[in-house]
């Protein structure tokens, strides 16, 4: 699929097809979500759609410090990160054999 082809509606289906792309056709983070918001049309759902899963793929490593460094709220965003990993991180199990 190539760009012209892509709808950025808020529509569901166009939403993720093209927050996909985005990921598919980048080699990091900036240039996923930068992407993604210039498509035009629903800019703020396809970023944050691709900036999530670019997130999960790249990890925080991979967000320019910059970005990062210009958040409003960073120490309530740090917080309820923190808390969330903390319930929903993965459990270690012992294998019974």
């Given at each position: 699929?190539?760009?012209?082809?892509?709808?950025?509606?808020?529509?569901?289906?166009?939403?993720?097809?093209?927050?996909?792309?985005?990921?598919?056709?980048?080699?990091?983070?900036?240039?996923?979500?930068?992407?993604?918001?210039?498509?035009g049309e629903d800019t703020d759902t396809?970023?944050?759609?691709?900036?999530?899963l670019a997130g999960l793929y790249y990890?925080?490593?991979?967000?320019?410090?910059r970005w990062l460094d210009d958040l409003?709220?960073?120490?309530?965003?740090?917080?309820?990160?923190?808390?969330?990993?903390?319930?929903?991180?993965?459990?270690?199990?012992?294998?019974?054999?």
């Amino acid at each position: 699929m190539n760009k012209n082809q892509l709808k950025s509606t808020g529509f569901v289906i166009h939403s993720l097809e093209a927050s996909l792309w985005c990921l598919y056709n980048t080699k990091n983070y900036k240039d996923a979500v930068l992407t993604a918001v210039n498509l035009g049309e629903d800019t703020d759902t396809i970023g944050a759609i691709t900036g999530s899963l670019a997130g999960l793929y790249y990890g925080l490593e991979g967000i320019p410090k910059r970005w990062l460094d210009d958040l409003q709220n960073k120490a309530l965003i740090d917080e309820i990160c923190d808390q969330f990993y903390a319930k929903y991180q993965p459990k270690k199990t012992a294998i019974i054999t």
